[in-house]
């Protein structure tokens, strides 16, 4: 409504022109004013040129303009704890919200437009509805929109696997127990848990005889069911355990059933890796003797069934080896004598065993069923099984390898006799039965290797390695399943006229005792059994003949021919295998042509060329230092000792 002077009021009610409707005289002044603005829609209307002066016509110049007002639309939110939410007015307004309270949209409606709020984004884990969502905006802002929000709530659950027996009771949180049936490959507890919280799933009760533990059993609920919880039942099982006394070696590998090996140190108790159900069987054996030392360990309560608690009476004992009988070879008298070593100097039942006029190598079976002669001439290999009472009994075998045999040694485990000749440049291999029977693997002779010269044999059966005297080299054989040797192109050169080689008990080391009196000491590779010198130095001894390892790998004993030298003991360091200092020799005087440890390393046998005597020396367990000798008349010169332990 329009008013002029205070006083006439003229209502509007559309745009265009209006008039008064009572005129006013020549030269009367005027003015014009908004008396109340329209509504519904809410305007704001305002005049222009609204005063002046009547004059000789109408007064028709003034102007009314009217704009509509805009008004903003909110309301109030409750319940809103998560993040995410949009709300959107009229389909294009959008407005994101973190927290409750008063909300308005941040563009304004016109008075008399519509309004429409709706949800375009739900809050993470919850679920907002509105109220109060349309009208129609009128003369002020828009507060009564209701926004209410609720937390969603999932459930828990997952899957089950060998629950083949009853009992099982599952927990969320410390609660809401559910019992999960035999057979059940899945499970979900009742009451949901809110987006957000935590839920933890545990074992209550296990089932009977079995064992059911969860995976991927605990986190935050986010936003939908957790479906990934994992229930694994096994059937219980018990663990094999043992005690192992006397235990003096390395490497003792037990077994339990034919499969599950179990490598053991040291005495004291032990258990194999592998458990066993109620009811299995077990039976436990000795897969490998210990090394290091002759060593014999025996099991007893090693097989049964195993019931429901774990099993700790089997008892592996085991005992150092004696040697029981030594036996000389006299290559100048042609004989072979045998005597029993646990009983003085007592000559052995058939003690002299008249010998071929070339015999010249002597050496043993691992096993203790043999010893082995060789003929430097014919090349002939001739096999002398020990009866239990160390008799040498008639000849099992004749060999030829060819003529002039250089060395003789055999595979750890008495599988197999390897052999060097100087005529007929060969290394042959042979398998060895229990009768003594010797058989020539295919390809024999397997390898050339010119002139031949000393072999040593790796206690772990990995490799044997040759002297080759024209080459002046090492060459590697590798050592195959059946015990047959192939060539490597491993091989060690520039050596200087090797005489007698040896590897480490460990099978770490390899000890090459030269003609100039020099040892090098070769660290091997366990992959290839290539060598790399880890030590070079004098050995102490003159006129070198023999190198050899105490059976516990602690000492080198160093043999040389000239008066008074030998042998030599020196310390190994383990890490290393470098030799210490030398221990004064055992003799003064004498000629020393053969020596050997016995099988626990406590005693050395030495023969001597002048006088012609066999000693038999006790050794300090610690330095290896000669502690007492007894010794007897050989009637030759022993060429050559060995012992065993049958």
């Given at each position: 409504?329009?008013?002029?002077?205070?006083?006439?009021?003229?209502?509007?009610?559309?745009?265009?022109?209006?008039?008064?409707?009572?005129?006013?005289?020549?030269?009367?002044?005027?003015?014009?004013?908004?008396?109340?603005?329209?509504?519904?829609?809410?305007?704001?209307?305002?005049?222009?040129?609204?005063?002046?002066?009547?004059?000789?016509?109408?007064?028709?110049?003034?102007?009314?303009?009217?704009?509509?007002?805009?008004?903003?639309?909110?309301?109030?939110?409750?319940?809103?704890?998560?993040?995410?939410?949009?709300?959107?007015?009229?389909?294009?307004?959008?407005?994101?919200?973190?927290?409750?309270?008063?909300?308005?949209?941040?563009?304004?409606?016109?008075?008399?437009?519509?309004?429409?709020?709706?949800?375009?984004?739900?809050?993470?884990?919850?679920?907002?509805?509105?109220?109060?969502?349309?009208?129609?905006?009128?003369?002020?802002?828009?507060?009564?929109?209701?926004?209410?929000?609720?937390?969603?709530?999932?459930?828990?659950?997952?899957?089950?696997?060998?629950?083949?027996?009853?009992?099982?009771?599952?927990?969320?949180?410390?609660?809401?127990?559910?019992?999960?049936?035999?057979?059940?490959?899945?499970?979900?507890?009742?009451?949901?848990?809110?987006?957000?919280?935590?839920?933890?799933?545990?074992?209550?009760?296990?089932?009977?005889?079995?064992?059911?533990?969860?995976?991927?059993?605990?986190?935050?609920?986010?936003?939908?069911?957790?479906?990934?919880?994992?229930?694994?039942?096994?059937?219980?099982?018990?663990?094999?355990?043992?005690?192992?006394?006397?235990?003096?070696?390395?490497?003792?590998?037990?077994?339990?059933?034919?499969?599950?090996?179990?490598a053991v140190a040291a005495d004291g108790t032990h258990q194999f890796d592998q458990r066993l159900v109620?009811?299995?069987?077990?039976?436990?054996?000795?897969?490998?003797?210990?090394?290091?030392?002759?060593?014999?360990?025996?099991?007893?309560?090693?097989?049964?069934?195993?019931?429901?608690?774990?099993?700790?009476?089997?008892?592996?004992?085991?005992?150092?080896?004696?040697?029981?009988?030594?036996?000389?070879?006299?290559?100048?008298?042609?004989?072979?004598?045998?005597?029993?070593?646990?009983?003085?100097?007592?000559?052995?039942?058939?003690?002299?065993?008249?010998?071929?006029?070339?015999?010249?190598?002597?050496?043993?079976?691992?096993?203790?069923?043999?010893?082995?002669?060789?003929?430097?001439?014919?090349?002939?290999?001739?096999?002398?099984?020990?009866?239990?009472?160390?008799?040498?009994?008639?000849?099992?075998?004749?060999?030829?390898?060819?003529?002039?045999?250089?060395?003789?040694?055999?595979?750890?485990?008495?599988?197999?006799?390897?052999?060097?000749?100087?005529?007929?440049?060969?290394?042959?291999?042979?398998?060895?039965?229990?009768?003594?029977?010797?058989?020539?693997?295919?390809?024999?002779?397997?390898?050339?290797?010119?002139?031949?010269?000393?072999?040593?044999?790796?206690?772990?059966?990995?490799?044997?390695?040759?002297?080759?005297?024209?080459?002046?080299?090492?060459?590697?054989?590798?050592?195959?399943?059946?015990?047959?040797?192939?060539?490597?192109?491993?091989?060690?050169?520039?050596?200087?006229?090797?005489?007698?080689?040896?590897?480490?008990?460990?099978?770490?080391?390899?000890?090459?005792?030269?003609?100039?009196?020099?040892?090098?000491?070769?660290?091997?590779?366990?992959?290839?059994?290539?060598?790399?010198?880890?030590?070079?130095?004098?050995?102490?001894?003159?006129?070198?003949?023999?190198?050899?390892?105490?059976?516990?790998?602690?000492?080198?004993?160093?043999?040389?021919?000239?008066?008074?030298?030998?042998?030599?003991?020196?310390?190994?360091?383990?890490?290393?295998?470098?030799?210490?200092?030398?221990?004064?020799?055992?003799?003064?005087?004498?000629?020393?042509?053969?020596?050997?440890?016995?099988?626990?390393?406590?005693?050395?046998?030495?023969?001597?060329?002048?006088?012609?005597?066999?000693?038999?020396?006790?050794?300090?367990?610690?330095?290896?230092?000669?502690?007492?000798?007894?010794?007897?008349?050989?009637?030759?010169?022993?060429?050559?000792?060995?012992v065993i332990n049958r």
């Amino acid at each position: 409504m329009l008013q002029i002077n205070g006083g006439e009021v003229l209502a509007v009610a559309a745009d265009g022109g209006f008039t008064f409707p009572t005129p006013l005289a020549e030269g009367v002044a005027y003015t014009v004013t908004v008396r109340s603005q329209p509504s519904d829609p809410t305007q704001i209307c305002s005049v222009s040129r609204a005063s002046g002066m009547v004059g000789a016509g109408p007064a028709d110049d003034m102007k009314v303009v009217c704009a509509t007002q805009a008004f903003a639309v909110g309301g109030m939110i409750s319940g809103l704890n998560g993040t995410g939410l949009v709300l959107r007015n009229n389909a294009a307004d959008d407005l994101a919200l973190a927290v409750d309270g008063p909300f308005a949209f941040p563009v304004p409606v016109a008075s008399g437009a519509g309004y429409a709020v709706t949800v375009q984004a739900q809050p993470a884990g919850q679920v907002c509805s509105v109220g109060q969502a349309t009208g129609t905006v009128g003369a002020g802002l828009v507060t009564s929109v209701v926004v209410t929000c609720s937390t969603q709530s999932y459930t828990v659950g997952g899957s089950v696997s060998g629950l083949v027996a009853s009992g099982l009771v599952l927990q969320n949180n410390g609660a809401d127990d559910v019992s999960v049936v035999s057979g059940a490959s899945s499970v979900t507890f009742p009451t949901p848990v809110a987006h957000g919280a935590s839920y933890a799933v545990t074992v209550a009760t296990q089932p009977v005889g079995l064992t059911c533990t969860v995976s991927n059993g605990s986190g935050a609920i986010d936003a939908g069911n957790v479906i990934d919880v994992a229930v694994a039942c096994t059937v219980d099982s018990y663990r094999l355990g043992l005690t192992v006394s006397g235990l003096d070696g390395q490497d003792l590998v037990l077994q339990n059933n034919a499969g599950d090996d179990l490598a053991v140190a040291a005495d004291g108790t032990h258990q194999f890796d592998q458990r066993l159900v109620p009811g299995a069987g077990y039976s436990v054996t000795v897969k490998s003797q210990p090394r290091m030392l002759t060593q014999s360990c025996s099991v007893t309560h090693g097989s049964g069934t195993m019931g429901s608690a774990d099993i700790g009476n089997v008892a592996v004992a085991c005992a150092t080896a004696t040697s029981r009988f030594s036996y000389w070879l006299m290559p100048g008298a042609q004989t072979l004598q045998g005597h029993v070593e646990s009983a003085g100097w007592q000559a052995v039942p058939g003690a002299s065993l008249a010998l071929d006029p070339d015999v010249a190598l002597l050496a043993s079976d691992p096993r203790g069923r043999f010893v082995f002669t060789g003929m430097s001439a014919s090349g002939a290999i001739r096999v002398h099984p020990i009866s239990v009472a160390g008799e040498i009994m008639p000849v099992a075998d004749v060999k030829w390898a060819a003529s002039n045999l250089a060395a003789i040694t055999l595979h750890p485990d008495g599988r197999a006799l390897y052999v060097s000749t100087n005529d007929g440049s060969m290394v042959a291999d042979f398998a060895l039965d229990d009768s003594g029977v010797l058989t020539s693997f295919a390809g024999y002779p397997l390898a050339m290797v010119g002139t031949g010269g000393a072999l040593a044999m790796d206690p772990l059966g990995r490799f044997l390695y040759a002297y080759h005297r024209y080459g002046d080299e090492i060459r590697v054989f590798r050592i195959g399943a059946d015990a047959s040797i192939s060539p490597t192109a491993v091989s060690t050169s520039n050596l200087g006229n090797a005489v007698s080689m040896t590897v480490h008990p460990s099978g770490r080391f390899l000890y090459v005792l030269k003609a100039d009196g020099t040892l090098e000491v070769f660290a091997i590779d366990a992959t290839t059994g290539g060598l790399v010198t880890a030590w070079s130095g004098a050995s102490g001894i003159t006129s070198p003949l023999q190198v050899q390892v105490h059976p516990r790998g602690r000492w080198l004993s160093l043999v040389g021919g000239a008066p008074g030298s030998s042998p030599a003991i020196r310390a190994i360091d383990p890490a290393t295998g470098a030799p210490g200092p030398a221990l004064p020799p055992f003799f003064t005087s004498e000629e020393v042509s053969s020596a050997t440890f016995d099988a626990t390393g406590d005693r050395m046998l030495i023969g001597t060329r002048s006088p012609q005597f066999m000693f038999r020396f006790a050794l300090s367990p610690s330095t290896g230092t000669p502690l007492s000798n007894t010794g007897i008349s050989a009637g030759d010169v022993p060429a050559a000792v060995v012992v065993i332990n049958r």
